[in-house]
């Protein structure tokens, strides 16, 4: 049973055009969300995060959506570059909890030049 | 941002044999975790670690595991025996909790083959 689901699994845009990556999420207890980016062959990095207190979170190109009501949060990449391309994940935490991350299955992001 | 080592980035074993993967987390970091990731799949919490002692596990965490940080050097995970199903991508991450969440930072990945 999948806590944190991903959509869409692949993505392709162009440059300049905005992503839009998809995450919901079952546990109500979670709080904390962070996207990470994995590119081939190395590990993931931390991207932005939000915690459930807040619907928006920006930082630069990328912005994230968060709706509590319906558990579900949205990442969006501005003005896509091809250099963006590459793995996302969105995963959960609960403070309440010893802070293990539950992953989500990930977003393969192309950005066609 | 800060840097999380992972050593080996690569390792070849045979089934039954003993594994060390180690970690280098940064600095000043009092939490330390282990997530195995298999190709083409979502990364699993494994098990987490904060003063000496593991707080949680999940049910991936074998009997055949054990993780270690003597002294404050690496941060290890040892796998004894290995069997077929351990090969994946072993990914070491660490943080230092504060109020607003826990921000993890992971290392390269050590990237385990079971023959």
């Known amino acids: 049973q999948q806590q944190v689901r991903q959509s869409p699994q692949s993505l392709t845009v162009w440059e300049g055009e905005t992503a839009i990556l998809n995450c919901s999420y079952e546990n109500s207890a979670f709080d904390y969300f962070p996207w990470y980016q994995q590119f081939p062959g190395e590990g993931p990095a931390l991207l932005i995060s939000i915690l459930s207190v807040s619907d928006k979170k920006e930082d630069g190109r990328f912005t994230i959506f968060f709706n509590k009501r319906e558990k579900k949060l949205s990442l969006h990449i501005a003005d896509s570059q091809p250099g963006d391309s590459a793995t996302y994940f969105c995963?959960?935490?609960?403070?309440?909890?010893?802070?293990?991350?539950?992953f989500g299955s990930g977003t393969q992001l192309t950005v066609m030049p | 941002g800060p840097k999380v080592l992972q050593i080996p980035s690569h390792q070849i074993i045979d089934m039954g044999q003993m594994v060390t993967l180690n970690c280098d987390p940064v600095?000043?970091?009092?939490?330390f975790y282990w997530y195995k990731q298999i190709l083409g799949q979502q990364m699993e919490f494994l098990v987490n670690?904060?003063?000496?002692?593991?707080?949680?596990k999940s049910k991936l965490f074998k009997d055949q595991f054990s993780v270690e940080r003597p002294d404050g050097s690496y941060f290890t995970l040892k796998i004894q025996p290995t069997a077929l199903e351990d090969s994946a991508v072993y990914f070491c991450a660490s943080s230092s909790p504060e109020q607003g969440g826990d921000t993890q930072y992971f290392g390269p990945g050590t990237r385990l083959l079971v023959l």
């Open positions: 995963a959960a935490s609960a403070s309440s909890g010893s802070w293990q991350l539950i």
């Open positions: 670690f904060y003063n000496g002692k593991v707080m949680e």
């Open positions: 600095s000043n970091h009092l939490y």
